[in-house]
């Protein structure tokens, strides 16, 4: 299996593309993809930028095969993933491990604030305009495991009911569940993340079925219509 990641120019806006090819990695198939990259510059305008891009070859390849056919490409060989225009470049089975970066990212923000005395209306700001929007791009396009969005919300609880100076744990007189109820309903209103996640997923996939003749409908159908029913709709 071979992946590869393309950046592409248009005069100064930056595009982003990536070509997955099922079967195995060979010369042939590398000079095929070629030719398609070639056709398509033609094509459209745009100009691939070889500097930024990548490629990532199954391990089951010896390394010299792998530097070969990156060679031929043309493109730099990876051996994991990495992070572009704000998301993971590859996600595997572990999403827990591919989306760690989002937890670390909310941990530093919270540790960042350890220190200041902020009052509960203080930490309802910083949590409703900050922590929940960090992990909000994500979930837009991804359904993340509920375990992982489980620690998240754990980790926002945490913060809500430390201490003033953020250095005290506290006591957790409600759960999350609880908190992310409408202020109407005895909550505060924060998110439900797991309801969030779905919805955003679902919304996607909502302007998919109702736009069904559009380029990414027609690309998403043909590669995973086969997987997922719901295409099958459109």
């Known amino acids: ?32 993809l070629l030719s398609i990259l070639q056709t398509y510059e033609q094509a459209s305008g745009q100009e691939i930028n070889l500097s930024k891009s990548e490629v990532f070859i199954s391990r089951n390849m010896s390394q010299a095969a792998q530097a070969d056919l990156a ?5 730099r060989h990876v051996l994991g ?10 996600v595997g089975r572990s999403k827990k491990t591919i989306f760690s970066y989002i937890k670390d990212r909310i941990w530093k923000r919270i ?5 200041r005395a902020l009052s509960k209306a203080g930490k309802e700001i910083m949590i409703k305009s900050v922590l929940q929007a960090i992990p909000a791009y994500v979930m837009s396009l991804f359904i993340l495991p509920s375990s992982f969005i489980d620690d998240i919300e754990k980790m926002i609880n945490a913060f809500w009911w ?6 005290s744990k506290g ?5 999350w569940e609880r908190l992310a109820c409408p202020k109407d309903k005895g909550g505060l209103g924060f998110r439900n993340f797991e309801a969030f996640n779905m919805a955003m997923v679902a919304k996607q996939a909502w302007k998919i079925l109702q736009n069904p003749d559009t380029l990414v409908a ?10 997922y029913g719901v295409l099958n709709k459109f």
């Open 71 to 75: 060679g031929i490409l043309g493109v």
């Open 1 to 32: 299996m071979m992946k590869v990641l393309l950046n592409l120019k248009l005069m100064k806006n930056g595009l982003f593309m990536e070509f997955s090819r099922k079967p195995r990695a060979n010369v042939a198939e590398v000079t095929q």
């Open 218 to 227: 027609r690309l998403i159908k043909a590669r995973f219509e086969s997987e």
């Open 81 to 90: 993933t990495c992070i572009y225009l704000g998301l993971p470049s590859m």
């Open 111 to 115: 540790n960042s604030w350890r220190g």
């Open 162 to 167: 430390g201490g003033g100076n953020g250095n």
């Open 171 to 175: 006591i957790h007189w409600l759960a």
